[in-house]
């Protein structure tokens, strides 16, 4: 691999300086049991390394084609997902979102009180499906911990990592809660893109996990990619670890036991997927190749372009919103 480094212009030496880095930091003294780094430079593989552990209590090593849970990188996923329906003429980044989810079609904006006394004002426009796409929505997450509106998403379990649920259920309590602000008017990480999943359903007409399936895995060659891991994978699983308040890390879901083994009553569009490295790989290159991937074309070169345009109110940096 480091005679490829070269040829395609990289340091072999100073790529393998993250690797030393990553394990000198943060696998040595404990903070993190394992690092993967791969690098893709001008059409080949400049540096692949696979280092630490992927499971501590088992003692087993990680490999190239590990498993993770790949949490909020689903979102991108999700993100293209719902813009090829835009493509297709099916659904507008104007139209407002009521229109998918009339139940929504009220929403109020937070101006005070607790859980079952929520006071609010109308706001400002109603969400658009663009809000969604940017996080300008004015959902929230629960573990943002800073308001009433994160208290009652963690009351009810809304966007945690476990699946509670289904998205049907998910959208209808949202329905009885507030908005954090007037949609438009800020920039806060939230469940938008798990409601975009939702909006995908209905849309299309598919369960999500079946297209996404279609429309971007079996076509982009993501064959380790999904909302559960695959009977016959189990062992290349990696085990998943928290921080702790004192820099080590703890258990956080071990990959014999865990819920990832079977596909959830709630599929997640803003943080469901396992993948590899090489599976996220060939979506990033997709991406890069302004829609294109080995002959498959997920998305036109103008909505990529139109993507990686700056779409924040103003064209605002996001520490000014």
Same mark, same amino acid.
Request: charged share 25%; net charge neutral; hydrophobic share 40%.
């Given at each position: 691999?480091?005679?490829?480094?070269?040829?395609?212009?990289?340091?072999?030496?100073?790529?393998?300086?993250?690797?030393?880095?990553?394990?000198?930091?943060?696998?040595?003294?404990?903070?993190?049991?394992?690092?993967?780094?791969?690098?893709?430079?001008?059409?080949?593989?400049?540096?692949?390394?696979?280092?630490?552990?992927?499971?501590?209590?088992?003692?087993?090593?990680?490999?190239?084609?590990?498993?993770?849970?790949?949490?909020?990188?689903?979102?991108?996923?999700?993100?293209?997902?719902?813009?090829?329906?835009?493509?297709?003429?099916?659904?507008?980044?104007?139209?407002?979102?009521?229109?998918?989810?009339?139940?929504?079609?009220?929403?109020?904006?937070?101006?005070?009180?607790?859980?079952?006394?929520?006071?609010?004002?109308?706001? *400002?426009?109603?969400?658009?499906?663009?809000?969604?796409?940017?996080?300008?929505?004015?959902?929230?997450?629960?573990?943002?911990?800073?308001?009433?509106?994160?208290?009652?998403?963690?009351?009810?379990?809304?966007?945690?990592?476990?699946?509670?649920?289904?998205?049907?259920?998910?959208?209808?309590?949202?329905?009885?809660?507030?908005? *954090?602000?007037?949609?438009?008017?800020?920039?806060?990480?939230?469940?938008?893109?798990?409601?975009?999943?939702?909006?995908?359903?209905?849309?299309?007409?598919?369960?999500?996990?079946?297209?996404?399936?279609?429309?971007?895995?079996?076509?982009?060659?993501?064959?380790?990619?999904?909302?559960?891991?695959?009977?016959?994978? *189990?062992?290349?699983?990696?085990?998943?670890?928290?921080?702790?308040?004192?820099?080590?890390?703890?258990?956080?879901?071990?990959?014999?036991?865990?819920?990832?083994?079977?596909?959830?009553?709630?599929?997640?569009?803003?943080?469901?997927?396992?993948?590899?490295?090489?599976?996220?790989?060939?979506?990033?290159?997709?991406?890069?190749?302004?829609?294109?991937?080995?002959?498959?074309?997920?998305?036109?070169?103008?909505?990529?372009?139109?993507?990686?345009?700056?779409?924040?109110?103003?064209?605002?940096?996001?520490?000014?919103?």
């Amino acid at each position: 691999m480091s005679a490829r480094a070269e040829a395609l212009g990289l340091s072999s030496a100073r790529l393998e300086r993250i690797d030393h880095f990553v394990q000198r930091k943060y696998i040595d003294t404990g903070r993190i049991p394992c690092g993967l780094v791969l690098v893709w430079r001008r059409g080949e593989t400049a540096h692949f390394s696979a280092f630490g552990m992927a499971d501590v209590e088992r003692k087993k090593p990680l490999k190239e084609d590990a498993i993770f849970r790949i949490y909020s990188m689903t979102k991108p996923v999700t993100s293209v997902a719902f813009m090829m329906l835009v493509e297709q003429g099916l659904v507008a980044l104007d139209e407002p979102v009521h229109r998918h989810i009339p139940e929504w079609k009220d929403l109020g904006v937070f101006n005070g009180g607790f859980m079952e006394t929520f006071r609010t004002k109308r706001p *400002e426009r109603p969400m658009l499906i663009v809000d969604l796409l940017r996080h300008t929505s004015g959902l929230t997450y629960g573990f943002q911990q800073s308001t009433n509106v994160d208290a009652a998403y963690r009351k009810f379990k809304i966007g945690e990592i476990e699946k509670h649920g289904t998205l049907d259920e998910m959208i209808q309590t949202l329905a009885k809660l507030p908005l *954090e602000f007037s949609p438009g008017t800020a920039w806060n990480y939230s469940v938008s893109t798990d409601v975009l999943g939702y909006l995908v359903v209905k849309i299309s007409g598919q369960k999500f996990e079946d297209y996404l399936r279609a429309k971007i895995f079996k076509p982009l060659g993501m064959s380790d990619t999904d909302f559960h891991v695959h009977a016959g994978k *189990e062992e290349r699983f990696a085990a998943c670890y928290a921080a702790t308040p004192k820099g080590g890390m703890a258990l956080q879901d071990d990959p014999a036991k865990s819920p990832y083994l079977e596909p959830p009553s709630l599929v997640s569009g803003g943080g469901g997927l396992v993948s590899t490295a090489g599976d996220y790989l060939k979506f990033c290159r997709m991406l890069i190749g302004g829609g294109t991937f080995e002959g498959a074309q997920i998305l036109s070169p103008k909505t990529i372009e139109l993507m990686t345009q700056n779409h924040l109110p103003g064209g605002k940096d996001l520490p000014a919103l």
